[in-house]
């Protein structure tokens, strides 16, 4: 069985692994040589555990030449990057055992990103202008010499917006250049240099490109949203599948194959960044490896029936099944987007109660989140590595996809204790004199009729309901007319993903075009309170319903 060498088999790329395996195919993950960061240790350990079945995994030496002999020893038929930081060491080795793939005269456009705009430039396509610099005082002066009251500063080499500033004057251009040559990258290595570049204000797009011999194929297209910093960095905030082409998209995707031919690629994927603004599209930088996020290859293929690594061996492997595929009108079959979660600031999380928010909402396909003991303690995101973590959807129904990414938005904005908790959020209430709840009066102010629940921290009796507490939650079963909830001291104690869960579950007692009924008696022992109690509603897909003119002091919510 022929082996091909992955070189950082990691995020997105661990899938190749699995993916030469359906070839008939043996794979060898090679890692990059040198002690690895704790960030690439961490990379290490998250997408290796992900993994089917393990690879034989092999470690580059730091001396090219001893590195060169142990791989040609495996006779590779190919050899392939995982992620960017396999790229420079998978070209190389490619051309020196005379395989398929592109030349390392124009590895410096492919990994640099002054170099493609040069490429760029130099093919007569837009461009973004930039310098090179290792001095705060070179970018001020580059961009008084271009007119340039505002600029873009990130290092020359990079992954995951590690190091990126936008600058709204040249004091902050100055003062981002000095910070970042006191980074590491996120390999562990030294940055020495920065790149200043005009701004460019618009829509960032992701393009996914594939090319085969120099012919070049759309794979897929994603919307993306970052978010400018306090300190000036740029993060992700979400990311969201184009699943119809809209006015312009022609001219990005045009674009993008202009920019795989201007910077020499011929074999393999681009992960092309991209921005539209009044000018049409412009590149913003390529990496020519599998796009980011450690996204499955399940997940992609429910979203657009085929994933970006898979597509990938078909331009090395079956040429003419790649120029079929190629031919193909570009149609995802399902709406998908995935929401990073910002931290806002640093914290340790003694409890993750994302894991039952995210479950509740429909589209939901998968929860990436730190699961290690608690409490696990987290930095405030400054980029996509520091990312709290990262929630994937997925549905036939694009709207259902939409609201739901804005409900997480809203929670992380406005009430971020239900995404990560410290073990703050409700634990006042130890102390707190709330009345208990009066379910007949309940009953009488809200007009309840039919099958009612009634569910409380005690156990009581009357005819017509049915009471349970959250030891006896089980015995209801779903299908009331009206669900009551009205627990109170029965939270306190609970973790707050415990009491989430309680909730919900109560909740879900209620049948289609019934309502839940929550008293301020029960609502105040909630995090955020009657927001909180609202939320919590939208949550769960139940409709806020207002309550009569003479009545207050309730949060009521009808399921559809």
């Known amino acids: 069985m022929r082996n091909i060498i992955i070189v950082e088999a990691i995020s997105t790329g661990y899938n190749l692994v699995e993916d030469v395996r359906r070839r008939g195919y043996n794979p060898i993950a090679l890692e990059s040589p040198g002690e690895a960061s704790d960030d690439m240790k961490n990379m290490y350990k998250d997408s290796y555990s992900l993994f089917y079945s393990q690879p034989e995994i092999i470690k580059a030496s730091e001396n090219y030449e001893e590195t060169l002999v142990m791989v040609k020893q495996y006779d590779p038929l190919l050899v392939l990057a995982g992620s960017e930081q396999g790229v420079g060491l998978a070209a190389h080795l490619t051309e020196d055992l005379g395989l398929l793939g592109n030349s390392i005269k124009n590895l410096d456009a492919m990994t640099k990103k002054d170099a493609m705009h040069e490429a760029l430039k130099a093919a007569g396509i837009r461009y973004i202008k930039g310098m090179v610099v290792n001095n705060g005082d070179d970018a001020v002066r580059f961009c008084e010499k271009n007119g340039l009251k505002t600029a873009v500063v990130k290092p020359v080499q990079s992954a995951g917006s590690q190091g990126l500033f936008l600058c709204d004057n040249l004091s902050e251009v100055k003062s981002a250049v000095e910070t970042i040559l006191t980074y590491k990258d996120f390999y562990g290595r030294a940055i020495e240099s920065a790149l200043v570049q005009e701004r460019i204000t618009g829509t960032e797009y992701i ?78 930088e390529v990496n020519c490896r599998p796009m980011g996020c450690t996204l499955t290859d399940e997940y992609l293929d429910s979203i657009f029936g085929q994933h970006e690594s898979d597509a990938m061996l078909d331009a090395y492997l079956d040429p003419k099944g790649f120029a079929l595929k190629a031919k193909k009108t570009y149609r995802p079959l399902r709406k998908g987007a995935f929401k990073m979660i910002m931290i806002p600031q640093d914290m340790e999380a003694e409890d993750h109660p994302v894991w039952v928010v ?142 989430l869960d309680l909730i919900f579950n109560t909740m879900d007692r209620v049948k289609p075009g019934g309502r839940v009924i929550i008293p301020q008696s029960a609502y105040e022992y909630f995090s955020y309170r009657m927001d909180g109690a609202e939320l919590l509603m939208r949550v769960k897909g139940l409709e806020i319903q207002a309550h009569p003119a003479d009545v207050s002091g309730y949060v009521i919510g009808l399921k559809r």
């Open 358 to 499: 995210a479950k509740q909402l429909k589209s939901m396909y998968k929860i990436a989140v730190n699961d290690s003991t608690m409490p696990v303690a987290y930095r405030k995101t400054r980029d996509l590595e520091s990312a709290g973590g990262v929630i994937f959807l997925v549905h036939d129904d694009e709207s259902v996809v939409m609201s739901d990414l804005e409900i997480l938005r809203e929670i992380e904005r406005k009430y971020f204790s239900f995404l990560l908790n410290d073990g703050m959020s409700r634990r006042w209430f130890a102390d707190a004199h709330i009345p208990e709840p009066d379910f007949e009066a309940v009953i009488t102010d809200c007009g309840c009729h039919g099958a009612i629940l009634a569910a409380g921290d005690k156990e009581w009796h009357r005819d017509g309901i049915q009471t349970v507490t959250p030891q006896t939650l089980d015995q209801a079963n779903k299908g009331f007319d009206c669900v009551i909830i009205g627990y109170q001291l029965s939270l306190i104690g609970l973790t707050e993903s415990e009491c």
């Open 207 to 284: 393009v996914n490109t594939l090319s085969c011999d120099g012919i070049h194929a759309l794979n897929s297209i994603l919307r993306y949203a970052k978010v400018k910093t306090s300190e000036g960095g740029y993060i992700y905030d979400y990311c969201e599948t184009i699943n119809r082409l809209e006015p312009g998209h022609t001219a990005l995707v045009e674009y993008a194959f202009k920019v795989a031919e201007a910077i020499g690629f011929r074999y393999g994927i681009i992960h092309g960044e991209y921005m539209i603004d009044e000018k049409g599209p412009v590149l913003i």
